[in-house]
């Protein structure tokens, strides 16, 4: 259990070796998930977004595929990820398409109302308060712009809340939780959507 504990641990800040193989599987392990996630962003065409919580990278290169006149921002709080998402999106950031920036959710060193959309894959149950990270998210965001929220978790799952009891800092939240926590950070026009088969939930805010 000690080394498995160790490893899953890396799901909420990925560093040294562990993190590494974590890193190299979060990418692929999670795809399915975000396309997913991905196809609920209809009529939107945003020019500037901003995923938080990048992890390998991966989700923000396909937010600027989807959206080929956008420009991105991509925040982690692993220097770690911050590396592996800066290799992946190479040629975005050399197009000038995509910064890759170290930062904490909490406490976003990001000019207020400036993007169109933000994104959180896979990383809100390691955030300190979801009320006060949902409110710098809404501050960043222009007015109109949307907030969307993919979680492998719907917070009621077992295998989710077994992980959540190794994993340090892990929250498992259901959709209802998520939807109060937007409410109180001042968002609106909140929908959700549950996978057929699987725990899988997508919510989407506005601002």
């Known amino acids: 259990m000690g080394l498995f504990k160790d490893y899953v641990n890396q799901t909420r800040k990925p560093e040294g070796k562990l993190g590494k193989m974590m890193l190299n599987g979060m990418n692929s392990g999670h795809a399915k998930m975000a396309d997913w996630g991905l196809s609920h962003l209809k009529n939107i065409a945003p020019e500037m977004l901003v995923d938080l919580g ?20 991509a925040i982690d709080y ?4 911050v590396a592996k998402a800066s290799e992946y999106n190479s040629e975005l950031i050399s197009a000038g398409r995509l910064v890759v920036k170290q930062g904490d959710v909490s406490s ?7 993007y169109d959309l933000a994104t959180a894959f896979e990383t809100i149950y390691f955030w300190p308060g979801l009320e006060k990270c949902f409110a710098e998210v809404a501050r ?18 077992a295998a989710s809340l077994k992980f959540e009891k190794i994993i340090d800092g892990m929250k498992c939240y259901t959709v209802g939780q998520i939807s109060e926590a ?6 609106r026009g909140i929908k959700t959507d549950h996978h057929n088969s699987k725990p899988w939930i997508t919510v989407l805010a506005k601002k």
């Open 54 to 73: 990048c992890g390998g990278g991966r989700n923000v290169g396909e937010l600027l595929k989807k959206y080929p006149a956008a420009k991105g921002t």
């Open 78 to 81: 692993s220097e770690l990820s």
């Open 108 to 114: 976003l060193e990001l000019p207020d109302s400036t």
């Open 140 to 157: 960043i965001l222009k007015d109109g712009g949307y907030f969307m929220i993919v979680n492998e978790s719907d917070g009621t799952d």
């Open 182 to 187: 937007l409410k109180a950070a001042g968002f």
